[in-house]
C-alpha cells in the first residue's frame, strides 16, 4: 500500500513521516502527493501572523479548544525560526500546544523557515495539502512572526488574523500597510496592559486611511487575553462570520482559485529552478560560469537569458 493510500486511510505515522519528506525536499515525496490533490479542497485554513511575543501560539490552543468542542477535526502547521546548527524549528511550538498532543482529532507539525521570508517555509502549502487529504476541517497556520513582511500566508488562508499586542516600543511599527492589507481580523492580544487602548486607536485610523477593500468586508477588532482564554470565543466567531460573508460574495471560491494558482505557480517554480541547476551541475559549467561573472566578461542577466534561451531551442 502506498503511502498516500496509508493517510487516507487514517494512518498518522504514515502523514508524518510523508511531511518529514516533504520538508527535507525528498523527491519521492512528489508522488505521494500528487496522488493525495483530488483528495484536498474541503479543509478551511485560517491564517495567524503577527510581531513575535505577540501570544500567537496561546491564541491557536485556545481556538483548538472550542473547535474540538464543536466537533471540528483540526490540522496546526507552526512555522519557527530555524536553528544555524541543525536547520531545524527551535521554538518547537508543539511544546506549547502539548496538551492537545494525545487528542486524535489534533495533528500538529512544526517547520522551520530554512530561510525563507514572508513567515511561512517552501513545505507549508504543501503539508497544508496533506492535512487537508487526511480529512482535517480546519487547519491553522501560524507563521514565524517576522513583522512587517509577513504577508506570504495571504496566499495560503482563505481567512488571516494579524495579532498586536501593546509595549512593544513604537506601536505603529506593528501596523504598516503590507500587514494592514492581508488582515482579514485583527487582535489585540494581552489587551489587559497599559498601552492596549492607542493600539486599538492606531489600528482604527490606520485602518480608516487604508484603501477600501474589494470584498466590501471590513476587518473588525477583538480583545483577548489569551492566557485566560477572555475574547477568544468572540474570535472564532469573528472567522465564522468572515467565512459565511465571503461565501455569500463568492469571494471564497476566488480565494480558492488565488491559492491553487499560488501553489501551481510555487512548484512550477521549484521544479524549473530544480531542473536548471542539475542540468548546469551535469555540464560541469558552474565554476566556468562564476569566473566569467567575477571578471565581468558577463553579467548575472545576460546568463540567465542565455540559459534560458539554450533550453527553449532545444526543445
Not at 16 to 22: A, E, F, G, H, T
Not at 116 to 140: E, F, H, P, W, Y
Request: glycine fraction near 10%.
Amino acid at each position: 500500500m502506498t503511502i498516500a493510500k496509508r493517510i487516507l486511510d487514517g494512518d498518522i505515522r504514515a502523514a508524518s513521516r510523508l511531511m518529514r519528506d516533504i520538508d527535507d525536499r525528498i523527491p519521492s515525496a512528489m508522488d505521494s502527493l500528487k496522488e493525495l490533490y483530488p483528495k484536498t479542497g474541503r479543509a478551511y485554513i485560517i491564517g495567524i501572523t503577527g510581531p513575535p511575543g505577540s501570544g500567537k501560539s496561546t491564541i491557536v490552543d485556545k481556538m483548538v479548544d472550542i473547535f474540538r468542542q464543536e466537533g471540528k477535526s483540526v490540522g496546526i502547521v507552526a512555522v519557527d525560526p530555524t536553528s544555524p546548527f541543525s536547520g531545524g524549528a527551535i521554538l518547537g511550538d508543539r511544546v506549547r500546544m502539548q496538551r492537545h498532543a494525545t487528542d486524535e482529532g489534533v495533528f500538529i507539525r512544526s517547520l522551520a523557515t530554512r530561510g525563507c521570508l514572508g513567515g511561512l517555509t517552501r513545505s507549508t502549502q504543501d503539508i497544508v495539502n496533506v492535512m487537508d487529504a487526511m480529512g482535517k476541517d480546519i487547519i491553522l497556520v501560524e507563521t514565524v512572526g517576522v513583522g512587517q513582511d509577513e504577508v506570504d500566508i495571504v496566499h495560503t488562508a482563505y481567512t488571516s488574523i494579524v495579532i498586536l499586542v501593546p509595549g512593544l516600543g513604537d506601536d505603529i511599527q506593528a501596523i504598516k500597510a503590507g500587514i494592514i492589507e492581508i488582515g482579514d481580523l485583527f487582535v489585540i492580544n494581552k489587551c489587559d496592559r497599559d498601552g492596549a487602548d492607542k493600539v486599538e486607536r492606531d489600528l482604527r485610523g490606520a485602518l480608516e486611511m487604508g484603501r477600501k477593500r474589494e470584498d466590501g468586508w471590513e476587518p473588525p477588532i477583538f480583545k483577548t487575553e489569551a492566557i485566560s482564554g477572555k475574547g477568544i470565543f468572540e474570535l472564532v466567531y469573528g472567522i465564522l462570520r468572515h467565512k459565511q460573508a465571503m461565501e455569500h460574495d463568492s469571494v471564497l471560491e476566488r480565494k480558492r482559485n488565488e491559492r491553487a494558482k499560488a501553489t501551481f505557480l510555487e512548484v512550477l517554480e521549484s521544479e524549473v529552478m530544480a531542473h536548471f541547476i542539475e542540468k548546469i551541475e551535469k555540464e560541469g559549467s558552474w565554476k566556468g560560469m562564476i569566473n566569467d561573472l567575477m571578471n565581468r566578461r558577463t553579467d548575472p542577466y545576460s546568463l540567465a537569458e542565455k540559459i534560458i534561451a539554450e533550453e527553449l531551442k532545444n526543445h
